[in-house]
């Protein structure tokens, strides 16, 4: 299972960006599509999470300012607005679910770099 992310760059505070990861195959049982993020020097956290039924998770800091959908059965995406220079990181996709009903599947995407200049 391969994830492909897209998007990503460099744009001034404020600015917005949009990130989409697809995955390259139906997958049994999806339990969430994602983004995580990593800056230098600090632990990787959730930034938003999606379930195929289209609940969402977001972290705190993104509420109001970040917004993931489902683009269809093997896309999402996730719209960045107002971003804030502490948004700069790397941004990872994220596929959480089953490939049969014994095997669970945590697949993850390359990183794409999100940098927000002040």
């Known amino acids: 299972v391969q994830l492909q992310a897209s998007g990503g760059g460099l744009v001034q505070a404020g600015g917005s960006l949009r990130l989409s990861c697809a995955v390259d195959r139906a997958i049994f049982k999806v339990r969430y599509m994602g983004w995580y993020r990593q800056a230098p020097g600090k632990q990787r956290e959730l930034v938003a999470r999606i379930t195929p039924g289209g609940s969402t998770n977001y972290a705190d800091s993104v509420k109001g300012r970040f917004t993931i959908s489902r683009d269809n059965a093997k896309t999402v995406s996730l719209q960045m607005n107002n971003l804030k220079p502490e948004d700069t990181a790397v941004y990872l996709c994220?596929?959480?679910?089953?490939?049969?009903?014994?095997?669970?599947?945590?697949?993850w995407g390359q990183g794409t770099q999100v940098t927000v200049s002040s």
């Open positions: 994220n596929l959480d679910g089953f490939t049969t009903p014994w095997d669970a599947l945590d697949a």
